[in-house]
């Protein structure tokens, strides 16, 4: 079972600004979908999420919790690279939702954890703040179901600001704790 987009033309700004679209991977046997904000350049460069220095530490993490990138899958809220690394936009972040929706129905996870503010207010009506939601199980409906939502802080805050590493850490541990219950 696997969930791609082959072509898409919604976002006249993302196509121009692409060379591929960015499909999700890992088989997602854990019961976990990790979403991200959009690809970037190493990503859209090698045509899979999180494989550049966010990458690196999402997989280190992910291992030292005894966990390989098969065993989850890993995609992003958009699947083209905004131009000059900028956020999506709402309505990029919408015309993509389907597709993200569609993905995360394909692979009907236990958990969905969002990696940062962008997925997090894309999934999860209501949020206005990472800090008051890491690591909360939050509910909502995302296609057929119902879902356990869990906000992480993106990987690559830990590049930024160190302290953010035990919440992080933390929070993978519980979304993985709850994966396995």
Known sequence: MEYT???????????????????????GSLGVVFVGEAPGADED????PFVGRSGGILTEKLNDLGVSRDEVRITNSV?????????????????????????????????????????????????????DVVG???????????????????PAAMLYDRSKEGVIDETLGRVVELARS
């Not at 987009?5 to 088989?27: M, P, Q, Y």
């Not at 460069?45 to 899979?48: A, D």
Request: charged share 30%; net charge negative; proline share 7%.
């Open 79 to 131: 699947r083209c690279r905004p131009p000059d690394n900028r956020d999506p936009h709402v309505g990029e972040l919408e015309s993509c939702r389907p597709y993200l929706v569609a993905e995360i129905d394909t692979y009907d996870p236990d958990v969905v954890c969002t990696l940062g503010r962008v997925p997090t207010t894309n999934l999860v009506d209501g949020v206005t703040a990472m800090r």
């Open 136 to 154: 909360d199980e939050l509910r909502t409906r995302l296609g057929a179901k119902e879902r356990t939502v869990v906000p992480c802080y993106h």
């Open 45 to 48: 460069e090698q045509g899979e």
């Open 5 to 27: 987009v082959d072509a898409c033309d919604r976002c006249d700004s993302l196509v121009e600004s692409r060379s591929r679209i960015v499909n999700g991977v890992g088989d």
